[in-house]
């Protein structure tokens, strides 16, 4: 079991940290407060290599969920 709070202290200027099972993700802000509850046209967004990404629209971080499948799916 991972603590979210460790994601606080790397991603400080977050509004929300999202824990998602896909390197591949979608937003279109508007579900939490603050000041991402405007929302915005919906993006996809994708990890790549990495396990994490920034929305460039709300700053909400999107971050791979522990024990996830690291590999690339259907490729
Ligand atoms: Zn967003």
Do not use: W
């Not at 824990?19 to 046209?41: D, E, N």
């Amino acid at each position: 079991m991972s603590t979210h709070s460790e994601l606080s202290d790397i991603y400080p200027n977050a509004p929300e940290i999202v824990i998602v099972k896909s390197h591949r993700v979608s937003c279109a802000g508007g579900q939490g407060g603050g000041a991402s509850a405007l929302g915005h046209p919906k993006v996809f967004m994708d990890m790549g290599q990495g396990s994490s990404v920034e929305c460039k629209y709300c700053d909400r971080v999107f971050v791979l969920e522990d024990g996830a499948d690291h590999s690339e799916s259907g490729h």
